[in-house]
């Protein structure tokens, strides 16, 4: 049985302190990406604690090839979509780049437009040590932020490529325990090793997410079209697919086609008297 037993009515609405307490309680977190109303519609109704609108977005839905051209301006397009069809899960966004580097101001003014525009709880940003003030600054206007440690996106240029595992132990570890001190309220770890991963999640007292970190983060999160096999040729170690929507897809528009050449579809049973 794999399918959440709670019924979406009467399941309660995921908040940021529910969310902080399930590492107290040893409860894994949840989390996939969405980028709209659909797919938010349905990892919310399967009983996701949380859905992030992540930058992804940039070459998920895109087709960029990195998250570095996505604007400001889409990520609060796409998160009015998710958030009109979320019911319980908690949304986060996605700072997209360079729209908190500048300066502590901008990010606070950046976060409050997606925060206000699209009803959304928390934003993310990528860094550690590097943007604690930013961090800060974020969580003294009381703007609810997450921190991205390990690989990070937006900086793969820096990094030598996207799918490079993170391994300088002491770096990791102080980029933490920033983003903790800081005021972030949880951590994605990407690209990590498992006992580093361990390390981080059992010195921090905020809940770590990982994706491509092991086992023993307080929650994980994949990308959701990763996840249920609709990104053809994307299979990193870290992945695994719960679906085979791709293949699902593709096979019933064919059926479909074919049907309506043959003249097979619509019958009487799809047609007005
Ligand atoms: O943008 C994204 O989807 C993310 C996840 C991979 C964590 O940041």
């Known amino acids: 049985m794999t399918s959440d037993p709670t019924p979406s009515t009467s399941r309660k609405k995921m908040t940021l302190p529910r ?12 989390m996939t990406t ?29 087709g960029h090839n ?20 979320v019911k319980h899960a908690l949304v986060i966004v996605d700072l997209p780049f360079m729209t908190y580097e500048v300066s502590p101001q901008e990010a606070i003014r950046n ?18 040590e590097a943007q604690a003030e930013t961090i800060r ?14 690989m990070k996106p937006q900086s793969h240029q820096l990094l030598g490529g996207m799918g490079r595992i993170q391994r300088n132990e002491e770096q990791l570890l102080a980029d933490a325990h920033a983003a903790e001190e800081a005021g972030a309220f949880g951590i994605v770890l990407e690209l990590i090793p498992a006992g580093l991963a361990r390390k981080i999640t059992e010195s921090v ?23 249920l ?16 929507l791709r293949e699902a897809a593709i096979e019933g528009t064919q059926r479909y086609i074919e049907e309506v050449e043959s003249g097979q579809f619509p019958d009487d049973s799809h047609s007005h008297e």
């Open 19 to 30: 969310f902080i307490a399930q590492k107290a309680n040893g409860k894994k977190i949840t």
């Open 137 to 150: 600054a974020l969580a003294r206007s009381e703007l609810a932020v997450m921190a991205h440690v390990g």
């Open 66 to 85: 990195s998250t570095v051209p996505v604007t400001l301006d889409q990520m609060i397009y796409h998160a009015e979509m998710v958030v009109r069809a």
């Open 111 to 128: 976060a409050g437009r997606i925060l206000k525009e699209t009803g959304a709880t928390a934003v993310k940003l990528e860094g550690g």
């Open 229 to 244: 096999g609709l990104t053809p040729g994307f299979q990193p170690r870290f992945l695994k697919h719960y679906a085979k």
């Open 205 to 227: 007292s905020i809940p770590t997410i990982g994706i491509g970190a092991g086992p023993h983060c307080d929650g994980q999160v994949l990308v959701g079209p990763d996840m």
């Open 34 to 62: 969405a980028y709209d109303y659909l797919w938010a519609g349905l990892f919310d109704e399967a009983g996701i604690d949380s859905i992030l609108v992540g930058d992804s977005m940039g070459m998920v839905v895109q």
